[in-house]
């Protein structure tokens, strides 16, 4: 290309214009990848992160959204709501900052945090019980294979990306 010349002026700062904005769109992207899977929500073994995690994400796509649904359907108790749950953690900042410092104070606000958690665990547990139930003997079997493969993922570079099925596959 050493023959090549832009006509004008203006052409050659477009061309520039737009070579800065694909290469700050490409830096993004990759950025992007890097926070995502190495940031604080990634990591090699981010989909451990809870003991139900790869129970859930091994379902197919619509059986999930199923299980998620029913569980915010189900969820009759208010106190474990993001606003109750914001409100604990401030009861318990106080706890922790009370001078002088009353462990039986403290340990309230952690056991109510605690049956906030079982609370919810309790109600998506029973929403993926009722989904399995609904399976097959050959659909649960391939869904147990699924859970089987996401727990021994968790090297990096040993993943193959594979997600779990949409509907009809």
């Known amino acids: 290309m050493a023959g090549f010349a832009f006509k ?5 700062r477009w061309a ?3 070579s800065l904005g694909v290469n700050l769109l490409v830096l993004g992207l990759v950025a992007g990848a890097v926070y995502r899977f190495d940031g604080p ?4 073994m981010r989909h451990m ?3 139900g995690t790869p129970y859930v994400m091994a379902l197919p796509e ?3 959204r199923a299980v998620f649904a029913d569980a915010r359907k189900g969820r009759e108790d208010k106190s474990v709501s993001r606003a ?9 900042l106080t706890a ?5 410092f009353d462990p039986a104070e403290a340990r309230r606000v952690l056991d109510l945090q605690r049956d906030a958690t079982l609370t919810v665990q309790q109600t998506v547990q029973n929403a993926w019980l009722a989904e399995l139930a609904e ?9 147990a294979d699924r859970v089987e493969e996401m727990l021994k993922r968790g090297k990096k570079g040993k993943r193959d990306g594979a997600k779990p099925p949409k509907a009809g596959q």
């Open 84 to 92: 109750a749950r914001r409100a604990l953690y401030q009861e318990a």
């Open 96 to 100: 922790i900052r009370a001078e002088p």
């Open 62 to 64: 619509e059986r999930r």
């Open 135 to 143: 399976m097959s003997a050959p659909e649960r079997a391939a869904y």
């Open 8 to 12: 004008s002026t203006k052409t050659l």
């Open 41 to 44: 929500h990634g990591g090699t």
């Open 16 to 18: 520039l214009g737009l």
């Open 49 to 51: 992160r809870d003991y």
